[in-house]
């Protein structure tokens, strides 16, 4: 029994609990336990392998080729013992072939035939070769002149007498035609290794000096031909880290954001096991192009000196790593190469919360779900990790604190657990919040994208010794026949389709252009991104969470191609990647399954998506959605949501929708257009409008335009205005540089975002025009009335649905068209002019302006090798009028530290090279009178001045500033 009395007893315990917090405050507000560091702000040396010492044994084979039928030949050859663990190369000189089937056969000693590869169901993609390797504008590695033809490879192994080959057949692009043609036969085996380029004391010091991101065939992007293909290859890329004696208690987890395809990792020349249940043909960390994996390097590192990063990677179908027979085709944007997204070394405690990626440990730190809404009370789940990597137990201290975006304490939480030794301990917290901001999509009626800070922390004893966090939306999406429902509130799902790319680019992106194309959509009153045939990135999904863009994300594939092994293998880990990596964020809407499924075979279901995720992501009530139709063997119980490809059909009881909606028509003419094609825009733009609205009014539960950017590939067909052979499909809401169609302004003034929010015009795009014409605007107001060189044309009501005004047999006359909005009182409220151009005198250059983020923090050009600006050139007349028919040739200069990357002509243009007006051509022609480059920062802080001319024309010049890393 206590001799004190009650009263002192309680005085004594709030004094303790006071001195508790306020150690515990001094502890928060020290700094932070842990350290990250963007390894890819500072030089990474960088290598493509162009050739190895190979030994051709060709000429020693007595190779017996015959023609095995109509459709086929075989091969048959013998080999001697130096031939082991060779390569068989089969080419041929046809460069339209990009299938080829076979069954690949080497005889043992006994006699028997054991199978080396089988692809007489899934073909062999084909490689393509060209009569080029060396880049002439000196940046990488890449095609300069036209493909000669195809080939493939594959290793043979030991212990073969002979070989053969037999059921030989190839296909070209349409998999409708068989090629008849006699292959070339090769036998090589490499004397040399690139191994040595992961040991520590390799000189590198003759190797180029890159940032990261970095994609090794940006140059070979929007070439000049509808037949060239990007480089595969393999590169290296390593990095140079100084570790120091006092560090050596600390673990060292190092995060890739994104390698495309796949990665060996090395440290300090040993190498890092990674845990795919796929069989390699060599040492292989990670497959699999835009999903994070985190590594634990401790026991590698050396404190005290210099430790070397040595990163392989291959985007070659026949490369070091399993190919996984999909994600391979370029005009999906899945032929990139290198590490394109973000590369960071967490410095933590040995106790620690681990990264949220599952390759290849399997393990995780937080998940956090919305569990129930109501506008009185939310409750959340919040399940953490602790790792203990030392080698005694120990007794910590787990707290979780939950912000308001005004920095105040909205819930705390905590446990106490004992850890064994080299061991995990499970925490799991069960919140109710009240009268919680809710998180709503862009554009809602019913909220914003609200974001709550979660801080997690470890405490051993009075000691913060490990603190990570995470921005927590609170929301739910549900789901009926119909429609989701976001915090129990109907949606509409519109938005856009896109590709993890940018001209001059390729996916190597800077965050900073990964926000600005979320604002776009966010701007133009959407609220969905579905990314084609890879995941968002997480810089991407980071921006969506911010600007309320809902996400269809899908962990990789192509179409139709999700069947056998190892796809089978590779896309169920591809799952369990995405749905543990991506969880947490409120922005993810649906996990995407598929681009179509296979019509027969060992089938990728969509059904296996669901069990990952009902296993990962259980607290959560994502969809999953199968493109192109009602999945195949899924339970009738289970709600699916069912996608289309340019088509929509309702199916009862599925929310469905048209999850890609372009303009191609496969009877060879095509609803598709450049952005500079004014003439033929408005048809352009009343064919997706109208797309849009039949849709919506038969219960779709949501609608993509695809895409919100023009992207290389999918040029096959005839547009509107006759043309034909032009680099990228024609369909999307803005070209390749982000400048608008007139679709897109449609959206974003009138069709998408209410009269309430933002009352909007949108005019057509050019007043340079003859003769009698039809005037077309949409607006969301009550009335639009038009003005030519300020006399009235009359007023007129936007059509009820597709919100668009027509002034017919409109006499044109130079000057001034003006569109002005009205609201219900006939004010003035918004306004879009266009105005006749004159004679092209001169050119203007725009530094396109840096981004604010909606909740603070502008983004700036920074000296660390891969950010980015985007400079804009206009042509305009003595009147300072845009010169929206020119198409001058505009050369470009670049003075001080900073590297031009340029962009990109959306035709191609008959009898010149490849590199005519693509990346890295100094030289590009005006679309629509302006065009857009892109200028890589360097890792020199500079003054960067930037100059154009043209022939007949005004030249001038602008200036930026390039700032230090720390600015």
Not at 219 to 234: A, F, I, P, Q
Not at 493 to 508: C, K, V
Not at 534 to 549: E, F, H, L, Q, R
Not at 624 to 648: A, Q
Request: glycine share 8%; proline share 4%; hydrophobic share 35%.
């Amino acid at each position: 029994m206590s001799l004190l009395p009650k009263k002192t007893l309680s005085s004594i315990a709030f004094l303790l609990l006071i001195n508790f917090l306020f150690v515990r405050c001094q502890n928060t507000n020290s700094d932070t336990p842990n350290k990250t560091t963007n390894l890819g702000e500072t030089p990474w040396k960088y290598h493509k392998v162009d050739s190895l010492n190979i030994k051709n044994f060709t000429s020693d084979l007595n190779i017996d080729l015959k023609k095995e039928d109509e459709e086929g030949y075989k091969v048959h050859f013998n080999l001697k013992e130096e031939m082991s663990e060779s390569n068989l190369k089969v080419s041929f000189t046809n460069n339209k072939i990009v299938q080829i089937f076979y069954l690949l056969e080497g005889q043992k000693t006994d006699g028997s035939w054991e199978v080396i590869s089988d692809h007489l169901i899934n073909s062999k993609i084909a490689t393509p070769k060209s009569f080029a390797t060396v880049d002439e504008t000196g940046d990488t590695v890449g095609l300069i002149n036209k493909q000669k033809g195809v080939y493939f490879n594959t290793k043979i192994g030991n212990n073969f007498q002979a070989i053969r080959i037999s059921h030989l057949v190839t296909k070209n692009r349409w998999a409708n035609k068989i090629i008849i043609e006699e292959p070339q036969i090769e036998l090589l085996k490499t004397t040399s290794t690139t191994k040595n380029f992961a040991t520590a004391d390799f000189d590198d010091s003759n190797w180029q000096s890159v940032g990261i991101p970095h994609c090794f065939n940006d140059n070979d992007t929007y070439l000049n031909s509808t037949d060239s293909y990007m480089w595969r290859g393999e590169v290296w890329y390593r990095k140079h880290l100084f570790l120091s004696e006092a560090q050596k208690d600390k673990n060292f987890i190092l995060e890739f954001q994104g390698v495309n395809v796949g990665a060996a990792i090395y440290v300090n020349g040993q190498f890092i096991k990674g845990n795919t249940a796929v069989k390699q043909t060599d040492e292989v960390t990670h497959v699999g192009g835009f999903l994070p994996f985190a590594l634990n390097i401790t026991s590698k590192l050396v404190f005290g000196a210099e430790n070397i990063i040595a990163v392989r990677v291959s985007n070659e179908t026949d490369g070091f790593f399993t190919n996984p027979g999909f994600g391979i085709y370029e005009g999906f944007g899945m032929g990139w190469g290198g590490i394109v997204s973000p590369v960071f070394l967490h410095e933590v405690n040995p106790v620690h919360i681990p990264v949220n990626a599952s390759a290849p440990g399997h393990n995780w730190g937080n998940y956090i779900a919305t569990t129930n809404v109501s506008s009185e009370s939310a409750d959340i789940r919040i399940i953490t990790n602790v790792e203990n990597n030392s080698s005694i137990n120990e007794s910590i201290t787990l707290v979780t604190e939950l912000y308001n975006s005004k920095n105040e304490l909205v819930k705390e939480d905590s446990a106490e657990k004992d850890i064994l030794a080299n061991n995990t301990a499970v925490f799991d917290f069960k919140q109710t919040i009240t009268n919680p901001t809710l998180w709503f999509p862009n554009n809602s009626p019913h909220g914003t994208p609200y974001l709550y800070t979660l801080q997690t922390k470890i405490y051993k004893g009075k000691n913060l010794i490990d603190k990570r966090e995470d921005k927590v939306g609170i929301r739910t999406i549900t789901w009926d026949e119909n429609y989701c429902y976001v915090n129990n509130k109907k949606h509409f799902m519109q938005g856009f389709g896109h590709r993890n790319i940018y001209p001059a680019l390729g996916s190597a992106i800077p965050d900073e252009l990964q926000w600005k194309d979320i604002q776009l959509i966010a701007a133009s009153g959407g609220n969905t991104l579905r990314v084609g045939h890879v995941p968002a990135t997480k810089t991407m999904v980071d921006a969506c969470d911010v600007y309320g863009i809902m996400i269809f994300q899908n962990s990789g594939d192509n179409e139709w191609v999700l069947k056998g092994e190892p796809a089978k293998t590779y896309k169920a880990e591809y799952d369990q990647e995405m749905i543990t990596a991506f969880r947490n964020h409120p922005s993810i809407a649906v996990w995407e399954s598929n681009n179509g499924l296979p019509k027969k075979g060992d089938v990728y279901h969509a059904y296996n998506t669901y069990k990952i995720a009902q296993k990962l992501d259980s607290l959560n009530s994502r969809i999953i959605h199968n493109r192109d139709g009602y999945p195949s063997n899924w339970p009738d119980s289970l709600r699916v949501m069912v996608g289309y490809t340019n088509r929509y059909r309702k199916i009862e009881g599925s929310p469905t929708l048209n999850t890609e909606v372009y303009g191609a028509n496969w009877g060879g003419i095509s609803w598709n257009i450049a952005r500079h094609d004014f003439e033929n825009e408005v048809t352009f733009t009343d064919y997706f409008v109208n797309n849009y609205l039949r849709d919506k009014n038969d219960r779709a539960c949501g609608w993509i335009d695809w895409m919100l950017a023009e992207t290389q590939g999918e040029g096959y067909t005839t547009y509107l205005n006759g043309m034909s052979k032009q680099k990228s499909l024609g369909s999307s809401a803005m070209d390749g540089n982000r400048i608008p169609k007139l679709k897109y302004n449609v959206y974003k003034k009138a069709l998408w975002i209410p009269f309430e929010t933002q009352p909007g015009v949108a005019l057509q795009t050019s007043w340079n025009l003859s003769g009698i014409q039809t005037v077309s605007a949409w607006s969301n107001c009550n009335e639009v009335e038009l003005f030519l060189n300020g006399q009235s044309l009359d007023k007129r009501h936007p059509e009820k649905d597709s919100k668009k005004c027509t002034w017919e047999n409109i006499k044109w006359a130079a000057g001034t068209l003006k569109a002005v909005g009205l609201d219900a009182n006939g004010k003035e409220v918004c306004s879009d002019i266009r105005t006749t151009a004159g004679k092209p005198h001169r050119i203007e250059l725009i530094v396109e302006p840096n981004l604010t983020k909606p909740n603070g923090g502008t983004f700036t050009i920074k000296a660390n090798g891969t950010d980015t600006a985007i400079i804009t050139a206009r042509i305009l007349d003595q009147n300072e009028n845009l010169c929206v028919n020119s198409t001058n040739n505009i050369q470009f200069s670049v003075e001080g530290s900073a590297t031009y990357r340029g962009s990109y002509n959306f035709y191609v243009t008959p009898e010149k090279l490849l590199h005519y007006h693509t990346p890295g051509d100094l030289e590009l022609q005006a679309e629509g009178g302006l065009i857009r480059v892109a200028i890589k920062s360097n890792f020199e802080a500079d003054t960067i001045k930037v100059k154009a001319q043209s022939e007949g024309l005004k030249g001038t010049e602008v200036i930026y500033e390039i700032h230090p890393i720390n600015d």
